[in-house]
């Protein structure tokens, strides 16, 4: 299984990325896929999470109404459109793809986003 984040760089106050995280060698629409991140010093943070079938999507209290997730399930891949950013949205955004039923649970290597004028 590999998942794979790109889209991360650096962007000023107020200004957008969209990340991308593409995976392979599992079903994809079985599993949850979510956005993690880690900023210095700071403990790892759910930010996002969205079922198989794209539904319900979760969001942390500090990127409600900023952050939207979405999944292509033909594509393998899931998004995570962020506007407005802060800078303490700073940190290094991980990908994770998560199954009870295959007992599967995957990391990607990580994208860096700073948020810096």
């Known amino acids: 299984v590999q998942l794979v984040e790109s889209g991360g760089g650096l962007v000023q106050p107020g200004g957008s990325l969209r990340l991308s995280c593409a995976a392979s060698?599992?079903?994809?629409?079985?599993?949850?896929m979510s956005w993690y991140r880690r900023a210095p010093g700071k403990e790892r943070e759910l930010v996002a999470g969205?079922?198989?079938?794209?539904?319900?999507?979760f969001y942390a209290d500090s990127v409600q109404g900023r952050f939207t997730i979405s999944r292509d399930n033909a594509m393998n891949t899931v998004y995570l459109q962020m506007n407005s950013l802060k800078p303490e949205d700073t940190a290094e955004y991980y990908c994770?793809?998560?199954?009870?039923?295959?007992?599967?649970?995957?990391w990607g290597q990580g994208t860096q986003v700073t948020v810096s004028s």
């Open positions: 060698g599992l079903i994809f629409s079985s599993y949850y």
């Open positions: 994770n793809a998560h199954s009870d039923y295959f007992k599967g649970y995957y």
């Open positions: 969205i079922s198989g079938a794209g539904r319900n999507p």
